[in-house]
């Protein structure tokens, strides 16, 4: 995929599910299906699974399968008695199934009958069939005995009036067909994405099916041939699942579907109505605000439904933090536009950068002609280009995409008199945009962006402050020389071993240098005690790897002030990328790279700055700024203090890939299969792939659902790859690199981008994207025994002790407090769960979903509720109205416990979050002093060490428990919201209490100073 990546990735051959002739679009086609029938698995509890043949009775009234033991007249279920349609595995049966592991979540579905909600658990050959049938059986459970006449009515429905409307302003005269040209450019019009030769190949083969031939379109084919190519079966199974009757969204279906699914706040109906009004192309439509499967797939597929959050389109972040907190978009010798030892330099290579927001670039300056200092790597036989030209380009585009400071790295090997001529360039062109007032010695961190604003730095050399005269001499910083020794000998054994040079540096020069002081790196612990926070390292990657492995904690903290650089291997020759996130993980902030050379490492770096504005300046996770904060960038497992996420991601469909650029050997042919990748800490680091679609490119259906932990949220991405399933090599097709923070969830298109970056026309991959916390996600079952973890074998966050008798007497009094905490959270979390699990949803659900999902359930036969919400109350309870069924009756009893733990938690989360805060104070006071403390304790050298790690693992423990709490709450307190206002939604309300208010966060719960963090989401 464009990095040469010797990945094996895994051969695997499958068929795609549907026959490519027939596309379902509409109610009949699914019940057309189901009378003829199809094969699924029977599930039953204890393991077992039957394989029988379902079909629908021709009359519609029931579901019948055979062979059956039962004689024919029980082997059925009345459509009449179905109560609903779920989807997935989620009943009691498909959760205790042993097998249930093996079976596909996406395959599954399950039909609740009878008075006692008794559950037929089946599982189809693949998606595309169990859509089928849930959508055929919903649209059977709304009309009953009025389906037929249902079906008969929508032929003349409201989209086949609009399609036959667009027929009639083509034909002007009447003459009651159309040429082929004028229809096909009609359909293009409406689907850009369709390729001209597609649409006629369908015109053809529904003359040649009817014997008709000619160039003439008949309006009934124009009708046929659009229902065909322009409805998205996906999508028409989604419109069906949120739509009353089943055949457009109505103002009150779209916000249900805006609320409970795409999780956008404050919806009303104005807000629906203008959706419609923008993307329901029927005047009809527009008229009635009723959304056609027309206009909610324009809908689905503008950018409002992209997955990237459109708030990280903008600047977002902190601005007002250090300089050395932040990630920044950096470029490698930025001249270069081809490899580093023969290729050309040119001026492209600064504007590319400066407008795609790259804040760091380098110059690498020679002794040039005429007295003129040129741009070039030394040492190499690359093409070289005039100083001044390359300054007056940056002072051209340095705040192009970006206001905020950009970093000039010097490489300066200039004799003094052109470092003279050097100075003039730039103070004439920058001027004041030059940053070089001195560093503020009071001072122990560097100044923030939004200070720097507009403000260019020059990271060079500077000459001692005991030096008098005019000039000086420095060490040498020469990259090229590593490279000519490495192409000169390429087993030398240490890349930074070459011998320091030293030459001499002018005054003036030197002081343009303010707070990017070049010095060399010698080790972790001189530089805690002796760098000054205006020096900056530079890392040769190799040794960075080193670090990065060999001492994750020391670099971490080391990174809190400084600022470190790290540059391509010398080895790099052919101007690869490195892996920019083994060094973020550590918190390099300046990782620089070939931005000329596309691929997987390029993707990761320009997706990694589309958050925050594409600013060039991403704010580094909490727990690598914090002054006291343990996080080892190694970590195999969670991080402690942070909560890990659980990720899940259903490919559903793709739209319009484009043949593989120089894949001749198939023809147009393109067998798509999708890898979802996550980048990020090494324990996050995952991947996962779809089956390959055979022989389609243009409507690919995937279906297929994965689920990732995410231990680091803060720090990871999500790539998506979709390639062509190739026996000689698989093709790159297109890819989109997102951070996980910047994901929407809901029913989302991703666009895809080609090799090099650029946006592939009308291709896009259709995904549902969901995040649960661990505890409320995850797989609650295995072999019919929930693993929610009772009190006995709950896991608590464990304190280290320091043997340091005082400071452990703190970190013992906070042990209660951590436990009364999780046991809040968790009470919470597992009641929340067991309700989802008892209203037919998974643990992916959200209360609003559940709330609507259970409230056809609460209605009696004549339509009268049998329970009710009491909003009036702050925790709204459930009344019953008369005489309920046992199935009601658990749900309303697990609602109670599931109130009680909002309640339990909302009423003790401010006092023990004080309790913990309270003992986080009080163990920092010996912060400061630890060394000292622990020396008259009697503890020696690793002893002494090894109690500072524990105290800063105990803190960052106290910090994690107190920020989960806070989120717990602020989690519980949405949970209300979503039940108050999907009970007024579904009509659940008591009559009365609607407009009761929704509790309010309290002002309590104070951030911890240091520590701003979102909201968690549901």
Same mark, same amino acid.
């Given at each position: 995929?464009?990095?040469?990546?010797?990945?094996?990735?895994?051969?695997t051959?499958?068929?795609?599910?549907?026959?490519?002739?027939?596309k379902?679009?509409?109610?009949?086609?699914?019940?057309?299906?189901?009378?003829?029938?199809?094969?699924?698995?029977?599930?039953?509890?204890?393991?077992?699974?039957?394989?029988?043949?379902?079909?629908?009775?021709?009359?519609?009234?029931?579901?019948?399968?055979? +062979?059956?033991?039962?004689?024919?007249?029980?082997?059925?279920?009345?459509?009449?008695s179905?109560k609903?349609?779920?989807?997935?595995k989620?009943?009691?049966i498909f959760?205790?199934?042993?097998?249930?592991?093996?079976?596909?979540?996406?395959?599954?579905?399950?039909?609740?009958?009878?008075?006692?909600?008794?559950?037929?658990?089946?599982?189809?050959n693949?998606?595309?069939?169990?859509n089928?049938?849930? *959508?055929g059986?919903r649209?059977?459970?709304?009309?009953?005995k009025?389906?037929?006449d249902?079906?008969?009515?929508?032929?003349?429905?409201?989209?086949?009036?609009?399609?036959?409307?667009?027929?009639?302003?083509?034909?002007?005269d009447?003459?009651?067909?159309?040429t082929?040209?004028?229809?096909? /450019?009609?359909?293009?019009?409406?689907?850009?994405?369709?390729?001209?030769?597609?649409?006629?190949?369908?015109?053809?083969?529904l003359?040649?099916?009817?014997?008709?031939?000619?160039?003439?379109?008949?309006?009934?084919?124009?009708?046929?041939?659009?229902?065909?190519?322009?409805?998205?079966?996906?999508?028409?199974?989604?419109?069906?699942q949120?739509?009353?009757?089943?055949?457009?969204l109505?103002?009150?279906?779209?916000?249900?579907?805006l609320?409970?699914?795409?999780?956008?706040?404050h919806?009303?109906?104005?807000?629906?109505?203008?959706?419609?009004?923008?993307?329901?192309?029927?005047?009809?439509?527009?008229?009635?605000?009723?959304?056609?499967?027309?206009?909610? *797939?324009?809908?689905?597929?503008?950018?409002?439904?992209?997955?990237?959050?459109?708030?990280?389109?903008?600047?977002?972040?902190?601005?007002? /933090?250090?300089?050395?907190?932040y990630?920044i978009?950096?470029?490698?010798n930025?001249?270069?536009?081809?490899?580093q030892f023969?290729?050309?330099?040119?001026?492209?290579?600064y504007?590319?950068?400066?407008?795609?927001?790259?804040?760091?670039?380098?110059?690498?300056?020679?002794?040039?002609?005429?007295?003129? +200092?040129?741009i070039?790597?030394?040492?190499?036989?690359?093409?070289?280009?005039?100083?001044r030209?390359?300054?007056?380009i940056?002072?051209?585009?340095?705040?192009f995409?970006?206001?905020?400071?950009?970093?000039?790295?010097?490489?300066n090997?200039?004799?003094?008199?052109?470092?003279k001529?050097?100075?003039?360039?730039?103070?004439?062109?920058?001027?004041?945009?030059?940053?070089?007032?001195s560093?503020?010695?009071?001072?122990?961190?560097l100044?923030s962006?939004?200070?720097?604003?507009?403000?260019?730095?020059?990271?060079?050399?500077?000459?001692?402050?005991?030096?008098?005269?005019?000039?000086?001499?420095?060490?040498?910083?020469?990259?090229?020389a590593e490279?000519?020794?490495?192409?000169?000998?390429?087993?030398?054994?240490? +890349?930074?071993?070459?011998?320091?040079?030293?030459?001499?540096?002018c005054?003036?020069?030197?002081?343009l240098?303010?707070?990017c002081?070049s010095?060399?790196?010698?080790?972790?612990?001189?530089?805690?005690q002796?760098?000054?926070?205006?020096?900056?390292?530079?890392?040769?990657?190799?040794?960075?790897?080193?670090?990065?492995?060999?001492?994750?904690?020391?670099?971490?903290?080391?990174?809190k002030?400084?600022?470190a650089r790290?540059?391509?291997?010398?080895?790099?020759?052919?101007?690869?990328?490195?892996? +920019?996130?083994?060094?973020?993980?550590?918190?390099?902030?300046?990782?620089?790279?070939?931005? /000329?050379?596309?691929?997987?490492?390029?993707?990761?770096?320009?997706?990694?700055?589309?958050?925050?504005?594409?600013?060039?300046?991403?704010?580094?996770?909490?727990?690598?700024?914090?002054?006291?904060?343990?996080?080892?960038?190694?970590?195999?497992d969670?991080?402690?203090?942070?909560?890990?996420?659980?990720?899940h991601?259903?490919?559903?469909?793709?739209?319009?890939?484009?043949?593989?650029?120089g894949s001749?050997?198939?023809?147009?042919?393109?067998?798509?299969?999708?890898?979802?990748?996550?980048?990020?800490?090494?324990a996050?680091?995952?991947?996962?792939?779809?089956?390959?679609?055979?022989?389609?490119?243009d409507?690919p259906?995937?279906?297929?659902?994965?689920?990732?932990?995410?231990?680091?949220?803060?720090?990871?991405?999500?790539?998506?790859?979709?390639?062509?399933?190739d026996?000689?090599?698989?093709?790159?097709?297109?890819?989109?690199?997102?951070?996980?923070?910047?994901?929407?969830?809901?029913?989302r298109?991703?666009p895809?981008?080609?090799?090099?970056?650029?946006?592939?026309a009308?291709?896009?991959l259709?995904?549902?994207?969901?995040?649960?916390?661990?505890?409320?996600?995850?797989?609650?079952?295995?072999?019919?025994?929930?693993?929610?973890?009772?009190?006995?074998?709950?896991?608590?966050?464990?304190?280290?002790?320091?043997?340091?008798?005082t400071?452990?007497?703190?970190?013992?009094?906070?042990?209660?407090?951590?436990?009364?905490?999780?046991?809040?959270?968790?009470n919470m979390q597992?009641?929340?769960?067991?309700?989802?699990?008892?209203?037919?949803?998974?643990?992916?659900?959200?209360?609003?979903?559940?709330m609507?999902?259970?409230?056809?359930?609460?209605?009696?036969?004549?339509?009268?509720?049998?329970?009710?919400?009491?909003?009036?109350e702050?925790?709204p309870?459930?009344?019953?109205?008369?005489?309920?069924?046992?199935v009601?009756?658990?749900?309303?009893?697990t609602?109670?416990?599931?109130? /009680?733990?909002?309640?339990?938690?909302?009423?003790?989360?401010d006092?023990?979050?004080?309790?913990?805060?309270?003992?986080?104070?009080?163990?920092?006071?010996?912060?400061?002093?630890?060394?000292?403390?622990?020396?008259?304790?009697?503890?020696?050298?690793?002893?002494?060490?090894?109690?500072?790690?524990?105290? *800063?693992?105990?803190?960052?423990?106290?910090?994690g428990?107190?920020?989960?709490?806070?989120?717990?709450?602020?989690? *519980?307190?949405?949970?209300?919201?979503?039940?108050?206002?999907?009970a007024?939604?579904?009509?659940?309300?008591?009559?009365?209490?609607?407009?009761?208010?929704?509790?309010?966060?309290?002002?309590?719960?104070?951030?911890?100073?240091?520590?701003?963090?979102?909201?968690?989401?549901?």
């Open positions: 995929d464009g990095t040469k990546q010797k990945r094996e990735r895994k051969k051959v499958s068929f795609s599910s549907m026959p490519t002739e027939k379902i679009s509409s109610a009949s086609d699914c019940i057309n299906s189901m009378v003829e029938g199809s094969e699924l698995k029977k599930v039953r509890s204890n393991s077992r699974i039957y394989h029988r043949y379902f079909l629908l009775d021709a009359d519609m009234q029931s579901l019948r399968w055979e +062979p059956s033991k039962k004689d024919s007249e029980k082997a059925k279920i009345d459509i009449k179905i609903e349609v779920r989807t997935g989620n009943t009691d959760r205790s199934n042993g097998i249930s592991d093996q079976i596909s979540e996406d395959c599954a579905f399950s039909v609740i009958y009878g008075e006692n909600y008794e559950s037929l658990d089946l599982v189809a693949s998606a595309d069939v169990a089928i049938w849930v *959508t059986l649209y059977l459970i709304s009309y009953g009025h389906t037929l249902m079906l008969e009515s929508s032929q003349d429905n409201m989209r086949t009036s609009w399609v036959s409307q667009m027929f009639s302003e083509i034909d002007v009447n003459l009651g067909h159309i082929l040209c004028n229809a096909v /450019q009609c359909i293009r019009n409406l689907n850009p994405g369709l390729k001209t030769s597609k649409i006629e190949l369908k015109f053809k083969e003359h040649k099916s009817k014997d008709t031939a000619g160039t003439e379109v008949t309006r009934e084919e124009f009708v046929e041939v659009f229902h065909e190519l322009c409805t998205r079966p996906e999508i028409y199974f989604l419109l069906v949120f739509s009353s009757n089943k055949e457009f109505d103002t009150k279906d779209l916000m249900m579907f609320e409970a699914e795409q999780g956008v706040a919806i009303n109906e104005e807000i629906s109505l203008e959706i419609i009004h923008k993307y329901e192309p029927s005047k009809e439509g527009q008229e009635k605000g009723w959304l056609s499967i027309d206009g909610f *797939t324009n809908y689905l597929m503008s950018p409002d439904c992209y997955i990237f959050d459109p708030e990280h389109k903008k600047v977002c972040q902190d601005m007002k /933090q250090p300089l050395s907190h990630f978009n950096s470029s490698h930025t001249y270069l536009i081809e490899d023969r290729g050309p330099s040119d001026i492209t290579g504007i590319r950068a400066l407008k795609m927001g790259c804040r760091s670039v380098e110059l690498d300056v020679w002794d040039g002609p005429d007295n003129e +200092p040129v070039y790597t030394g040492h190499t036989m690359t093409s070289q280009i005039v100083f030209s390359v300054i007056d940056i002072n051209k585009y340095a705040f995409a970006s206001e905020y400071p950009l970093i000039l790295c010097l490489e090997h200039c004799s003094i008199k052109q470092q001529v050097m100075v003039q360039h730039m103070k004439k062109i920058l001027g004041d945009k030059l940053y070089t007032t560093p503020n010695v009071e001072e122990t961190y100044p962006p939004d200070v720097l604003k507009g403000k260019i730095l020059i990271k060079a050399k500077k000459l001692s402050s005991s030096c008098s005269g005019m000039e000086g001499d420095v060490t040498d910083e020469d990259e090229g490279m000519s020794q490495r192409m000169g000998k390429e087993n030398a054994e240490q +890349p930074n071993s070459v011998p320091a040079k030293r030459f001499q540096l005054k003036e020069l030197s002081e240098v303010s707070i002081k010095v060399q790196f010698k080790e972790f612990q001189v530089s805690f002796v760098q000054k926070y205006w020096e900056v390292c530079s890392f040769n990657e190799v040794l960075a790897s080193k670090y990065a492995n060999e001492n994750p904690g020391d670099f971490v903290n080391y990174n002030r400084f600022l790290v540059f391509p291997s010398p080895m790099r020759i052919d101007s690869s990328n490195m892996n +920019p996130q083994d060094f973020w993980k550590c918190g390099c902030q300046i990782v620089a790279m070939n931005f /000329q050379t596309p691929g997987l490492m390029m993707d990761l770096n320009i997706g990694w700055f589309s958050q925050n504005g594409n600013c060039g300046y991403v704010l580094r996770p909490a727990i690598m700024r914090e002054e006291v904060s343990f996080f080892s960038a190694n970590t195999k969670s991080v402690p203090g942070v909560s890990p996420q659980l990720l991601i259903k490919i559903i469909s793709g739209q319009n890939f484009p043949k593989p650029k001749g050997a198939k023809g147009d042919v393109v067998d798509p299969y999708v890898y979802v990748e996550i980048h990020g800490i090494p996050d680091c995952a991947e996962q792939r779809t089956k390959t679609v055979h022989q389609n490119g409507t259906i995937f279906d297929e659902s994965f689920e990732f932990q995410i231990n680091l949220p803060e720090l990871a991405m999500v790539r998506f790859v979709v390639l062509d399933d026996y000689i090599g698989d093709e790159f097709i297109g890819q989109y690199t997102i951070p996980f923070e910047c994901l929407q969830t809901g029913y298109h991703v895809l981008q080609s090799l090099t970056g650029e946006v592939l009308h291709a896009s259709f995904v549902h994207v969901a995040i649960t916390n661990r505890r409320g996600g995850g797989k609650p079952h295995k072999r019919g025994l929930s693993v929610r973890k009772g009190k006995k074998s709950r896991e608590y966050a464990s304190l280290r002790t320091l043997w340091i008798k400071v452990d007497e703190v970190f013992k009094n906070a042990q209660p407090p951590i436990r009364d905490a999780t046991d809040l959270r968790e597992n009641a929340v769960v067991s309700f989802k699990e008892l209203c037919g949803l998974s643990s992916v659900a959200n209360l609003m979903q559940c609507v999902a259970v409230s056809p359930r609460f209605l009696g036969p004549d339509n009268t509720p049998l329970v009710v919400l009491n909003l009036n702050q925790y309870t459930m009344e019953l109205q008369g005489i309920v069924p046992e009601l009756k658990k749900i309303v009893t609602y109670d416990t599931m109130m /009680q733990s909002l309640k339990a938690l909302l009423e003790n989360a006092a023990v979050y004080e309790k913990i805060v309270h003992c986080q104070k009080a163990a920092m006071e010996f912060h400061e002093h630890l060394h000292s403390i622990g020396t008259r304790e009697g503890l020696k050298e690793r002893k002494l060490q090894k109690a500072v790690e524990s105290f *800063t693992w105990n803190i960052t423990i106290l910090k428990q107190a920020d989960l709490l806070k989120y717990a709450k602020n989690e *519980t307190l949405e949970n209300l919201k979503q039940i108050h206002f999907a007024v939604s579904c009509g659940l309300n008591k009559p009365g209490t609607e407009n009761a208010d929704v509790q309010k966060p309290r002002r309590s719960l104070e951030v911890i100073p240091e520590k701003a963090s979102d909201e968690p989401g549901e």
